[in-house]
DNA sequence: GTCTATATAGGGATAGAC
DNA sequence: GTCTATCCCTATATAGAC
């Protein structure tokens, strides 16, 4: 089979697996099993299972540095919210094994750490420029200080909104709809600072998911 | 040596060592090593290293339990929840391993994964709880909705501080400080409620950990 | 590029002597 | 209660044939 193919379906199998059972469970043994080829064939793609990881993670970084982007030229609205969320949380989910062993997957490698960080970084400006705009537009109102301490939770609440959620269901798998409960979450964390008829809105919407 | 020593030399031992390198990056022959003692003996005492970490666990559980009462016969206030902050995040800092790898740990064990899902549903009562006490005394003002979506984001925020503290340092230890910085954190979830005087005040407070 | 076969290492766990 | 010795199993990774 040609090169690229076979290594192409090695990390797409990984990263579907790595999700499904979570990356320690996860050996190379079993990524060539499912894939019906030998583990020495494997080795000959990847230098070792942490390769195939920063691979992984790579494509999770281009990924999640597009929905960190933030639209320019004009005032954000709450529309705008709703989409960006959408889209990290789109993003979160689609490489969900990352951030379910997060600490463990990150203490073992000081790229994938540094990189990581560095995304963070980057979602923390991006939530404080929003709702700078949101302040800016008159659809907000909150100090500097506030503003500051609600994107580091936005941050938090997003980062972990799926380990919480799983962690709190006794019982049963995590699915899109508790996505879409995280994203009502963070949305609640601003709420306070909205003006009456939005912050009277968006009670009503998250009524459903409380 | 007596029976009871060194079963406890064991579980205190243990404790500190996933405390320090994490539970998946410690092994029953590590501990053994450790205590210098034979792994043969600490098979004695224990049948398996989940029977260690349920151990460990039911120790955890008994003083996070202490940590999640409400003071009952008054209403609460201010200095209330800081204390039971001071409480509960040091009852997390000193069984860190399990919030480190929370959801790893637990989806390999049913019983911890109940007991754990309890102890969360206890502290979503009693954060609930504590916020309508100070709702009754006039000290803050929310919506039944807000009070619900507020615990739930105090519980979460406290829960992944120490993770999300990890994560964002790109270098460096966690230590008591960014504990410090947690309850801070969470404060200032409920501090868009709070009577004028009292958030002014937390807000003072909360520069130094901004 | 892919396979088979295998080396190496380590962790979990037990048997039986003391 | 503790130790020594050991077994089993799994995971990572490589060598060399095809």
Redesign the interface.
């Known amino acids: 089979m040609a090169p690229r193919q076979t290594r192409e379906r090695i990390l797409e199998t990984s990263l579907a697996m790595f999700n499904a059972q ?1 990356e ?1 469970n996860v050996t190379t043994n079993h990524i060539a099993d499912e894939l019906e080829i030998s583990p020495g064939n494997l080795y000959y793609h990847f230098r070792n299972k942490e390769d195939i990881v920063e691979q992984v993670f790579t494509r999770y970084e281009v990924r999640m540095d597009d929905a960190l982007l933030v639209p320019e030229g004009r005032l954000p609205n709450l529309e705008d919210v709703w989409m960006q969320l959408h889209m990290v949380f789109e993003c979160m989910w689609d490489y969900r094994f990352l951030y ?5 997957i ?2 073992r490698n000081r790229k994938l ?2 990189h ?3 995304i ?1 970084t980057r979602a923390a400006s991006s939530a404080a420029a929003v709702l700078r705009g949101l302040a800016a537009g008159g659809i907000l109102r909150a ?1 500097e ?2 503003i ?3 994107a ?2 936005v ?3 997003a ?3 799926m ?2 959620s ?5 019982r049963g798998e995590v699915g899109q709809d508790d996505l879409t409960h995280g994203i009502y ?1 963070v949305m ?2 601003i ?3 909205l003006r009456d008829a939005e912050r009277a809105h968006l ?1 009503t919407l ?2 459903a998911y ?1």
């Open positions: 979570g320690p379910r062993d997060l600490v463990d990150l203490s750490k540094a990581f960080a560095r963070l100090t200080d506030e500051r301490a609600t580091e939770n941050l938090l609440v980062t972990f909104w380990n919480f799983i962690v709190r269901n006794a979450q609640l964390l709420a306070p600072f009670n998250a009524q409380r």
